[in-house]
Nanobody, 115 residues
Framework: QVQVVESGGGSVQAGGSLRLSCAAS????????MGWYRQAPGKQRELVAE???????NYLDSVKGRFTISRDNAKNTVSLQMNSLKPDDTAIYYC?????????WGQGTQVTVSS
């Protein structure tokens, strides 16, 4: 079992910045992937960014150059720095942890960007 707890989020005007943080605990495999997904009203959940325990990253095209994902393997934490936010970034953001034998989702945190 993996427990995932998120923090951060909130409301900001377009062009502003927010930082999301997430911590995983429990059965943590050394080789794993931590990432952020988001779900806007009426839309499917989509991958925003993910990072492997080796440091490889993958981003949604629409956030490239604006969002940066980073992690601390020693603490099993991952952060998402979001800059130049747009109204289209408004969604509930979920942290995800996955390894070969365990996975978990956070409870979600709201990000609202006003124009």
């Amino acid at each position: 079992q993996v427990q995932v707890v998120e923090s951060g989020g909130g409301s900001v005007q377009a062009g502003g910045s927010l930082r999301l943080s997430c911590a995983a605990s429990g059965t943590i495999g050394r080789l794993n992937v931590m990432g952020w997904y988001r779900q806007a009203p009426g839309k499917q959940r989509e991958l925003v960014a993910e990072i492997t325990s080796g440091g490889s990253t993958n981003y949604l095209d629409s956030v490239k150059g604006r969002f940066t994902i980073s992690r601390d393997n020693a603490k099993n934490t991952v952060s998402l720095q979001m800059n130049s936010l747009k109204p289209d970034d408004t969604a509930i953001y979920y942290c995800n942890f996955k390894s070969a034998f365990s996975s978990g989702w956070g409870q979600g945190t709201q990000v609202t960007v006003s124009s």
